[in-house]
């Protein structure tokens, strides 16, 4: 279930993109992104995670902001480009509320594809869970593809629970928002089961999105850099080669969040750490105790 931030009176539900290297995960978040008001939306970001490369941002729903008296939050993640350790996944997963399966619709993408999905389950098994207990959508993406998999045949191999299959081309926004909104209504649906009465009907999301032509600012997010590749999902976003310090430089130790915040029994919020200095790396765990303001 989502946590639930009672010193921030909030409900935060985190959506995690998944699925093979190249399939469309980041031409995904970067579609959605651009489509949502600013008003709604939080800062786009990307960070390493281990040796890869994470990127994330948050949103709130209109007509859905308040469950309660307390604000509800979506954070989505993904992790691009080809994976270097499984162990990357296994932490963005952590705590997941919702997920969405980008499947390459390439004729020889299947097997890929297939990979993908097992590495999920055998991530979220360490959590003792499976597909079944998340929900989950399936977006079966690039089907602009002269020979792409047939759709059902594609569903027939992956979809293994009836949950949703929806097609899409993400790299001209085709089927991207369907498939996000089919999902937050499914993980809308799990707080209502768990007892949360929301304000208003899951359709009221359609309005917290906006045209947005091509020669829009808010059509970039901020983490792409001038001269991306529409739809492409690769190496773009890493940070210029100033901001990784050197190894041979007396350069002070990088600490970097190696994941989602957790919160601890009693308010507080624990929050994993990567430190690296002179090629070296250390993990460790930040437990931070909330007190409220009393002023």
């Known amino acids: 279930m989502p946590l639930i931030n009672h010193?921030?009176?909030e409900i935060n539900a985190k959506l995690v993109f998944v699925g093979p290297a190249?399939?469309?995960k980041a031409s995904n978040l970067h579609h959605i992104y651009s489509k949502l008001k600013e008003s709604f939306r939080g800062a786009f970001k990307s960070m390493n995670l281990q040796n890869d490369r994470m990127l994330f941002f948050d949103f709130m729903p209109a007509g859905q902001s308040h469950v309660n008296g307390y604000s509800i939050r979506f954070h989505i993640y993904t992790i691009t480009g080809e994976v270097s350790r499984p162990s990357s996944w296994k932490m963005v997963l952590k705590g997941v509320d919702g997920l969405l399966f980008v499947a390459?619709?390439?004729p020889d993408r299947m097997a890929a594809n297939l990979e993908s999905l097992r590495s999920v389950n055998a991530s979220l098994a360490a959590y003792g869970k499976t597909l079944g207990d998340v929900p989950c959508v399936i977006q079966c993406n690039k089907r602009d593809l002269?020979?792409?998999a047939d759709l059902e045949g594609m569903g027939r191999a992956l979809n293994q629970g009836g949950v949703p299959l929806l097609p899409a081309v993400a790299s001209r926004g085709e089927g991207v928002l369907e498939s996000i909104f089919a999902l937050v209504k499914m993980v809308l649906k799990n707080i209502r089961a768990a007892g949360l009465e929301l304000d208003g009907q899951p359709e009221q999301l359609q309005r917290m999105t906006e045209p947005v032509?091509?020669?829009s600012p808010e059509a970039q997010p901020s983490a792409e850099p001038a001269g991306a590749v529409a739809g492409a999902e690769p190496?773009?976003?890493?940070?210029?080669a100033a901001e990784e310090p050197s190894e041979t430089a007396a350069a002070e130790p990088l600490v970097e969040v190696a994941g989602g915040p957790e919160l601890l029994a009693g308010g507080g919020v624990r929050?994993?750490?990567?430190i690296r200095y002179g090629g070296k790396v250390k993990r460790m765990t930040l437990d931070i105790s909330l007190t409220p303001d009393l002023e």
């Open 104 to 106: 390459d619709s390439g």
């Open 213 to 215: 032509t091509p020669e």
């Open 271 to 274: 929050l994993p750490l990567s």
């Open 146 to 148: 002269p020979r792409a």
């Open 22 to 24: 190249s399939a469309g």
């Open 7 to 9: 010193a921030k009176r």
């Open 235 to 240: 190496a773009e976003l890493a940070p210029p």
